[in-house]
């Protein structure tokens, strides 16, 4: 497999793990709307919704996008290693996460509802990724000789 086509996709087994750590966001935030795990590239793995149906695969792509640039102006500023970003609307909140997975690299795009508790959020997001790295770790590790 091609390291392009390997960063688009993931192993099954590894999305349907990201799959339930996202899940677990949406089932134990309250104000979490939407939840999607996505390919760096801007390609969805898996999505989950609360309440409205959003079109993924634009949003897959832009997020993508978005952490790209936010990347490239930090590395301006010599901040490295972008872990998050957190826009602020009149209606709720856009956090785009970093699943920096040393094979199968992944972000988490998370819609909200204004009134949700920020930390209980980024904290679950946190768990999340971290739980979906030591995955992509473990599945390395375990085909390693």
Known sequence: MSDSLEKRTAPIA???F?????????????????????STDGFELASLSRVNTY?????????????AMVGAFLGEINLSGCQSISLDAQN??????????????MVIVTLVSK?????????????????IMQQDYSSIAHKSP
């Open 14 to 16: 590894l999305v349907e």
């Open 18 to 38: 990201a799959k339930s750590k996202i899940h677990q966001v949406l089932m134990n935030v309250k104000g979490v709307e939407f939840i999607m795990i996505s």
């Open 55 to 67: 079109n993924s695969t634009k949003l897959a792509a832009v997020s993508s996008s978005i952490l």
């Open 115 to 131: 009134d949700v508790l920020l930390a209980q959020l980024l904290n679950g997001l946190k768990d999340a990724g971290n739980a």
């Open 92 to 105: 709720g909140r856009a956090i785009l996460t970093s699943v920096p997975t040393a094979k199968h690299p």
